[in-house]
Antibody, heavy 121, light 107 residues
Framework: QVQLVQSGAEVKKPGASVKVSCKAS????????VQWVRQAPGQRLEWMAW????????KYSQNFQDRVTITWDTSASTAYMELSSLTYEDTAVYYC??????????????WGQGTRVTVSS | SYVLTQPSSVSVAPGQTARITCGGNYIGSKSVHWYQQKPGQAPVAVVY???DRPSGIPERFSGSKSRNTATLTISRVEAGDEADYFC??????????FGGGTRLTVL
């Protein structure tokens, strides 16, 4: 069953902000964190940030520290990722994913279906 | 910063064994996770913690590791295994990192 459902595609102008949502199934989503990862055309997957949905604690990649904000709405079981000051290089598919504890590090499962963000003038 | 290196492509005939490598300095000391991504779809975890399989992943998928290389092995390859495969680790200097991905082509 589907556990993470993301919002639809977005087209933004350079300098604008985008906010992507990721709704978790209340009954089947058991992870304690939501991770955000993006995939630009022809590029490798790039981790952006994560949020602990229990206490709201966040951690951001240094590559996005000043431009990204992650939040969690408990009542809606929904995570949000807002990226500001968009440039053409931010054109990518943005994924949310559940974080699962591995032996020494977190792995990502399940994944949302992805949200395509296009930055175009 | 830490770097993961994967071959850009691997080709194998149906029924044969595919081996996809992921190189990294002392990767043997890290937990390695592997993902499968089919065109137009989100990634799916196929191996975590070097060699464990998530629920629902066939036993044909297995993982192993040496000091500087992790390997995803797919036995008895099927046409449906054709996809991009990514390795992932966590490193204290770089947080979560992914390899560049390997395109598996089933001949």
């Amino acid at each position: 069953q589907v556990q993470l459902v993301q919002s639809g595609a977005e087209v933004k102008k350079p300098g604008a902000s985008v906010k992507v949502s990721c709704k978790a199934s209340r009954y089947t989503f058991t992870s304690y964190s939501v991770q955000w990862v993006r995939q630009a055309p022809g590029q490798r997957l790039e981790w952006m940030a994560w949020i602990n949905i229990g206490n709201g604690k966040t951690k951001y990649s240094q590559n996005f520290q000043d431009r990204v904000t992650i939040t969690w709405d408990t009542s809606a079981s929904t995570a949000y990722m807002e990226l500001s000051s968009l440039t053409y290089e931010d054109t990518a598919v943005y994924y949310c994913a559940g974080g699962r504890d591995g032996y020494t590090s977190i792995w990502f499962d399940p994944w949302g279906q992805g949200t395509r963000v296009t930055v175009s003038s | 910063s830490y770097v993961l290196t994967q071959p850009s492509s691997v080709s194998v005939a149906p029924g044969q064994t595919a081996r996809i490598t992921c190189g990294g300095n002392y990767i043997g000391s890290k937990s390695v996770h592997w993902y499968q991504q089919k065109p137009g779809q989100a990634p799916v975890a196929v191996v975590y913690d070097d060699s464990d399989r998530p629920s629902g992943i066939p036993e044909r998928f297995s993982g192993s590791k040496s000091r500087n290389t992790a390997t995803l092995t797919i036995s008895r390859v099927e046409a449906g295994d054709e996809a991009d495969y990514f390795c992932q680790v966590w490193d204290s200097s770089s947080d979560h990192l992914f390899g560049g991905g390997t395109r598996l082509t089933v001949l």
